[in-house]
T-cell receptor, first 115, second 113 residues
Framework: DTEVTQTPKHLVMGMTNKKSLKCEQHMGHRAMYWYKQKAKKPPELMFVYSYEKLSINESVPSRFSPECPNSSLLNLHLHALQPEDSALYLC??????????????FGPGTRLTVT | DAKTTQPPSMDCAEGRAANLPCNHSTISGNEYVYWYRQIHSQGPQYIIHGLKNNETNEMASLIITEDRKSSTLILPHATLRDTAVYYCIVRTSGGTSYGKLTFGQGTFLTVHP
């Protein structure tokens, strides 16, 4: 099983709302990732968690707050977003962060619209 | 991570082999070549990866040149469902890019009936 699940599939939120995106995997992977993909652009890395600790933050604005409560779950808390934050948010996981021989598996994404 | 160069688009007839090229002339010895594809509005799907040797799995074959400066992804019998953006990515094990996948613009493959 190489499934990464993400909820919700679609989310519409106002600029003053607080919402969360959720990601789950049951492959025993110890690295989890958040990517952001704008329309007609390739995915871009936002955050990496390794063994439940934040390993990489690609200078993401603080209105995005990641959380890894356990090795299977990854959340992305959203607060005071801007319309330009509208995008497809992708979660991925891999066995380990640092070993390039391990592939990353992606979830289907959450389509976020900020109004 | 080494930079990759791919043609922006390619066409292929259904049932024929699709050969997608990728140049990575600055690749170093510990960097892997990865291929992913993304069908419209879905998450990227892992296809195959390799270091030096050619690789084959149930989806595709990966041919890496001896000098490792380029590679070709081969879909042996393309179907309409293979229409997607195909990303060639070079992935390193260390440095500031630790574990990171850096996606380029990719090749949009259209499979025609």
């Amino acid at each position: 099983d190489t499934e990464v699940t993400q909820t919700p599939k679609h989310l519409v939120m106002g600029m003053t709302n607080k919402k969360s995106l959720k990601c789950e995997q049951h492959m025993g992977h110890r690295a989890m990732y958040w990517y952001k993909q704008k329309a007609k652009k390739p995915p871009e890395l936002m955050f990496v968690y390794s063994y439940e600790k934040l390993s990489i933050n690609e200078s993401v604005p603080s209105r995005f707050s990641p959380e890894c409560p356990n090795s299977s779950l990854l959340n992305l808390h959203l607060h005071a977003l801007q319309p330009e934050d509208s995008a497809l948010y992708l979660c991925a996981s891999s066995q380990h962060q640092g070993n390039p021989s391990y592939e990353q598996y992606f979830g289907p994404g959450t389509r976020l619209t900020v109004t | 991570d080494a930079k990759t160069t791919q043609p922006p688009s390619m066409d292929c007839a259904e049932g024929r082999a699709a050969n997608l090229p990728c140049n990575h002339s600055t690749i170093s010895g510990n960097e892997y070549v990865y291929w992913y594809r993304q069908i419209h509005s879905q998450g990227p799907q892992y296809i195959i990866h390799g270091l030096k040797n050619n690789e084959t799995n149930e989806m595709a074959s990966l041919i890496i040149t001896e000098d490792r400066k380029s590679s070709t992804l081969i879909l042996p019998h393309a179907t309409l469902r293979d229409t997607a953006v195909y990303y060639c990515i070079v992935r390193t094990s260390g440095g500031t890019s630790y574990g990171k996948l850096t996606f380029g613009q990719g090749t949009f493959l259209t499979v025609h009936p």
